[in-house]
């Protein structure tokens, strides 16, 4: 919030000692348009303000030209701006921004136009000083977060079903999963930030030329979505069990969701991941045996069994391992130290004294 208050003031400033025209109001409005998003997105919002805004002006001073500036060229205009910005790239910023360029050119005339374009430059380019070179995200951290806000959301879902199956006979209800919907979002919202975090590390000055830690890290992020997965399927096979068995698989279902909500607190930290990975084991040592019974208890077994691996590889384990301590009852595993990308300036290579 200190970061669009203080770009927005800027751009009123720049535009207002730059610009010979009418009290620059576009150009901070721009600004806080293009930094109004989730950071790690907020360069690419600029331009695609930009964009918008150049498609939609072009587009009105055409219809001004040839059609006048009554309501039928305001809707040609802002029609042909959408079709344009449709084209450009689909993003409903652009096609707002095109949409409101178009309609600011036919109404106002051409000079208003080619002043909306200024300010809509000046707007954009204040937003990626800010975003891409005063403050940049790091791609690290945006992961991170991303992983802390899923790992967290998954330990919720499966303690609402602990908690579900232990209600007493006769008393439990459907699945509750509405309450569970949550889930599927951070998991598209985990995807979405994996792109984020490339963009950033290829794109921001700061990070280019560094981003084989952030490939490692959203390599490892996609073990989430596996992860997720397997929730969901246990939640899923938990939740028709029997009365016989709902309360055995109580107790397993809710230390699952205590070793997620306590790797949420800090995904990266080495200690934290080995904690979970030796918590993760013992939960599976101590679950209760279905091997042998019926149906539903075995796959419910079984999904334990998968959401417990998925945990200890994205805990750092190596894949194969994880599943032959799974199978053997093993009570450590080896964990993976995880990347770290730091702010200090690449360093650079030292020359050799023969060179």
Same mark, same amino acid.
């Given at each position: 919030?200190?970061?669009?208050?203080?770009?927005?003031?800027?751009?009123?400033?720049?535009? &207002?000692?730059?610009?010979? !025209?009418? *009290?620059?109001?576009?150009?901070?409005? #721009?600004?806080?348009?293009?930094?109004?998003?989730? @950071?790690?997105?907020?360069?690419?919002?600029?331009?695609?303000?930009?964009?918008?805004?150049?498609?939609?002006?072009? @587009?009105?001073?055409?219809?001004?030209?040839?059609?006048? !500036?009554?309501?039928?060229? *305001?809707?040609?205009?802002?029609?042909?701006?959408?079709?344009?910005?449709?084209?450009?790239?689909?993003? $409903?910023?652009?096609?707002?921004?095109?949409?409101?360029?178009?309609?600011?050119?036919? #109404?106002?005339?051409?000079?208003?136009?080619? +002043?909306?374009?200024?300010?809509?430059?000046?707007?954009?380019g204040v937003a990626l000083v800010f975003s891409q070179l005063l403050f940049p995200p790091h791609?690290?951290?945006?992961?991170?977060?991303?992983?802390? #806000?899923?790992?967290?959301?998954?330990?919720?879902?499966?303690?609402?079903?602990?908690?579900?199956?232990d209600e007493p006979e006769g008393e439990h209800d459907a699945p509750p999963w509405e309450e569970?919907?949550?889930?599927?979002?951070?998991?598209?919202?985990?995807?979405?930030?994996?792109? +984020?975090?490339?963009?950033?590390?290829?794109?921001?000055?700061?990070?280019?030329?560094? !981003?084989?830690?952030?490939?490692?890290?959203?390599?490892?992020?996609?073990?989430?979505?596996?992860?997720?997965?397997?929730?969901?399927?246990?939640? /899923?096979? =938990?939740?028709?069990?029997?009365?016989?068995?709902?309360?055995?698989?109580? $107790?397993?279902? %809710?230390?699952?969701?205590?070793?997620?909500?306590?790797?949420?607190?800090?995904?990266?930290?080495?200690?934290?991941?080995? !904690?979970?990975?030796?918590?993760?084991?013992?939960?599976? $040592?101590?679950?209760?045996?279905?091997?042998?019974?019926?149906?539903?208890? *075995?796959?419910?077994?079984?999904?334990?069994?998968?959401?417990?691996?998925?945990?200890?590889?994205?805990?750092?384990?190596? #894949?194969?391992? =994880?599943? /032959?301590?799974?199978?053997?009852?093993?009570?450590?595993?080896? @964990?993976?130290?995880?990347? %770290?990308?730091?702010?200090?300036?690449?360093?650079?290579? $030292? /020359? &050799?004294?023969?060179?």
């Amino acid at each position: 919030m200190l970061q669009q208050a203080t770009a927005a003031a800027f751009s009123w400033w720049i535009a &207002r000692n730059v610009f010979a !025209h009418h *009290v620059p109001l576009f150009a901070p409005i #721009a600004t806080l348009v293009a930094l109004n998003t989730p @950071v790690g997105g907020r360069g690419t919002n600029a331009v695609r303000v930009l964009s918008g805004v150049v498609a939609g002006v072009v @587009v009105g001073q055409l219809a001004f030209r040839f059609l006048g !500036h009554d309501a039928p060229s *305001v809707g040609v205009a802002v029609l042909c701006a959408l079709l344009v910005a449709l084209f450009i790239d689909g993003e $409903r910023i652009t096609m707002a921004q095109a949409a409101v360029g178009a309609v600011i050119s036919v #109404a106002s005339g051409q000079q208003a136009g080619i +002043d909306r374009v200024l300010d809509a430059l000046l707007g954009a380019g204040v937003a990626l000083v800010f975003s891409q070179l005063l403050f940049p995200p790091h791609p690290l951290a945006l992961l991170r977060r991303a992983e802390s #806000a899923t790992l967290e959301g998954l330990g919720r879902a499966l303690d609402l079903t602990a908690r579900a199956l232990d209600e007493p006979e006769g008393e439990h209800d459907a699945p509750p999963w509405e309450e569970l919907r949550p889930v599927y979002t951070l998991l598209t919202d985990l995807g979405g930030t994996r792109d +984020d975090a490339i963009a950033v590390a290829r794109r921001t000055l700061l990070w280019r030329g560094r !981003h084989e830690p952030v490939v490692q890290e959203i390599a490892t992020t996609k073990y989430l979505d596996l992860l997720g997965n397997s929730c969901l399927t246990l939640i /899923r096979g =938990a939740s028709a069990l029997g009365t016989g068995h709902r309360q055995a698989f109580a $107790r397993t279902v %809710r230390e699952l969701s205590e070793v997620l909500t306590v790797l949420a607190t800090a995904p990266a930290n080495h200690a934290v991941r080995q !904690h979970a990975i030796r918590w993760t084991l013992g939960i599976v $040592r101590s679950a209760p045996e279905a091997e042998g019974g019926p149906a539903l208890p *075995v796959a419910v077994w079984e999904s334990v069994r998968l959401v417990a691996g998925d945990i200890l590889v994205f805990a750092g384990a190596d #894949a194969d391992e =994880a599943e /032959r301590a799974l199978h053997e009852g093993a009570a450590d595993l080896p @964990v993976g130290i995880p990347p %770290r990308l730091r702010w200090s300036p690449r360093p650079r290579r $030292r /020359r &050799r004294p023969w060179a």
